[in-house]
């Protein structure tokens, strides 16, 4: 990846963690690297990024990050073929993805080369965390948050911006049962479902857990007004295969721009699998599970990347899915995996080497 030079200053630390890694055995998200970017944006603009050794952020109680919640993330992962290679799956979505976030939660938006060489960085400092075993990757989180003070309801004057590493396992292992909610909802029009804003994922907590009670995985939610449309799975977009043909919702203000789901639909287009993007009725997809229709619905996040749903539950009844060995899950999660771990051709020119 070729960028500008910039000088971004490197503190080192004086010890690694990472002999104390068990890299065979690594759950997602609980083990973090030895550093991390900060960026720290005051008087109106982003200092030069910094690199310093991970550790706790001391916060003023006015900070209004603990008052109005302006936070916004991102979520990615980096790659290391068998030639020991750094790949990443594009990068300049995320960056541009963070920054509609960012303007929608009146964040400052954050440089495209700030958050490139930041990263760039960063993953060379960090390289011997990139897990090899099959199924692990490094995670990575970018994330802005109001660090400025006050009491007063208006956007913070002060923020960071900061990338932490994670290097993890697979986010789900087998199948997902879920239940279709009808009395939450994830997001509204006109709200901020569509931006990577952290009270999107505090408010799903609750009508999550009320389902995890009754022995579902995740929650399918619906739309706002009517609950009558499938929209997204738990943090994922969702995916059904009627018959032969893929669909998922089309984005909106309630629904996130997924770069995973942009990925499938691309790659099924390529693979000749039919695919519409249009609104699915509950209705529609009940009818299908009984008529025999229904082969197949998954989850797509870059956490996951695809997670097979096995049943979906609605109204006090549960609807099993059929096990096909022509699944498009498996056919579709090969193929993103592949080009993201270098071991396929990349028609679309996704990965990017660093």
């Keep these: 990846m070729e960028t500008k030079t910039m000088n971004i200053k490197i503190e080192k630390a004086k010890t690694s963690k990472i002999d104390k890694v068990d890299f065979d055995n690594l759950a997602f ?148 049962k879920v239940l279709i909610e009808e ?26 857990q009320l389902a995890l009670e009754k022995g579902y995985n995740q929650v399918i939610w619906t739309d706002d007004n009517t609950h009558e449309f499938i929209e997204e799975a738990g943090a994922m977009n969702i995916f059904v295969r009627i018959n032969d043909t893929l669909v998922t919702a089309p984005t909106s203000d309630r629904i996130l721009d997924g770069i995973t789901r942009k990925s499938i639909l691309k790659i099924a287009k390529d693979e000749g699998i039919a695919v519409e993007e249009r609104k699915i009725t509950v209705s529609e997809i009940v009818e299908a599970a009984k008529n025999g229709s229904l082969k197949e619905m998954f989850g797509a996040g870059t956490a996951a990347v695809i997670s097979p749903i096995s049943a979906f539950g609605f109204r006090d009844v549960d609807y099993d899915l059929p096990e096909i060995g022509d699944n498009y899950a498996s056919l579709l999660k090969k193929r993103i995996t592949d080009i993201q771990y270098n071991r396929a051709e990349d028609k679309f020119g996704w990965r990017v080497k660093v």
Excluded at 73 to 99: T, V
């Design 183 to 208: 009395k939450y909802s994830r997001s509204a029009n006109g709200g901020v479902g569509y931006a990577k804003a952290g009270g999107n994922y505090a408010g799903q907590f609750y009508p999550t």
């Design 29 to 176: 998200g609980n083990v973090f690297t030895d550093h991390m970017l900060v960026c720290d944006y005051k008087n109106g603009s982003w200092n030069v990024p910094k690199i310093i050794p991970y550790q706790p952020i001391s916060l003023d109680p006015s900070a209004k990050i603990f008052h109005y919640g302006q936070s916004i993330f991102e979520g990615m992962k980096a790659y290391k073929d068998e030639n020991n290679d750094i790949w990443l799956f594009r990068p300049l979505d995320n960056c541009k993805r963070l920054n509609i976030s960012a303007k929608r939660m009146a964040i400052p938006e954050i440089p495209e080369d700030y958050f490139m060489e930041g990263l760039t960085a960063l993953l060379k400092l960090e390289k011997d965390w990139i897990p090899q075993t099959p199924g692990s990757s490094l995670y990575i989180r970018p994330f802005i948050f109001a660090s400025g003070t006050g009491f007063h309801a208006s956007p913070a004057d002060e923020y960071k911006f900061i990338i932490a590493f994670a290097p993890s396992g697979a986010y789900f292992s087998g199948k997902v």
